[in-house]
């Protein structure tokens, strides 16, 4: 079946440096590959998304990289504030005309000062 | 303000009490959702519906109703809550076929 999974549960790093978030999918049929953020007690908001038929895709201060050879997807955040302090959930939009967003784990991003 | 509005954000509840928690959307959004967050499992979608009167079952259907009478409004209804349905609960909406989904706030759901 359809499954999205991300490597790590939690990431660290120091204020200022760049972040890289990691993601799998296993699903090639996937239309759309997109990175939501999850504030703490809040729902989760949309970031970027990328077609699957291009590798890269850049907004401000996230690029988003997809792999399709080893179904691998990752965000990029340059130069981490401590407002990026969240969790990160990659997502494939799923085969079938139905819309339906496939959700993997969450990654916690904590941002040290 | 564009918003999808959960009500209510806690709710604590014996086993078997019948409950519904609300969702509204000011978008005019056709495609709405629930789902459920649950710790190492993500978001998993209970229900979706692509329009009015139109609805589907999701991934983790069981034990859950949903209606869609009117755009705006999608409301979670379980009939006779169960403690493994105790978890956090996300209505979403979104524009159809959108990547872009849109959250409320969340329900934070106890049964007992």
């Known amino acids: 079946g359809e499954s999205v999974g991300l490597h790590l549960p939690t990431l660290s790093v120091q204020e200022g440096d760049n972040s890289i978030i990691n993601c799998a999918y296993s699903n090639s049929a996937s239309d759309y590959f997109i990175w939501y953020k999850q504030e703490s007690g809040k729902g989760p908001q949309f970031i970027i998304d990328?077609?699957?038929?291009?590798d890269k895709r850049q907004g401000q201060r996230v690029t988003v990289l997809l792999n399709k050879t080893v179904k691998h997807l990752s965000l990029q955040i340059a130069a981490t504030q401590p407002g990026d302090s969240a969790v990160y959930f990659c997502?494939?939009?799923?085969?079938?005309?139905?819309?339906?967003?496939?959700f993997g784990q969450g990654t916690t991003l904590q941002v040290k000062p | 303000e564009a918003q999808v509005t959960q009500n209510p954000r806690y709710l604590i509840t014996v086993t078997g009490k019948k409950l519904t928690v609300t969702c509204s959307q000011n978008m005019n959004h056709e495609y709405m959702s629930w789902y459920r967050q649950d710790p190492g499992l993500g978001l998993r979608q209970i229900y979706y519906s692509m329009n009015v009167e139109v609805t589907d079952k999701g991934d983790v259907p069981e034990g859950y109703k949903v209606s869609r009478k009117e755009k705006r409004n999608f409301p979670l209804i379980l009939e006779s809550p169960s403690p493994n349905q105790t978890s956090l609960y996300f209505c979403?909406?979104?524009?159809?076929?959108?990547?872009?989904?849109?959250f409320g706030q969340g329900t934070r759901l106890t049964v007992v």
């Open positions: 990328i077609r699957s038929n291009m």
């Open positions: 979403a909406s979104s524009a159809l076929f959108s990547t872009e989904a849109f």
């Open positions: 997502a494939e939009r799923g085969s079938g005309n139905t819309g339906k967003l496939i």
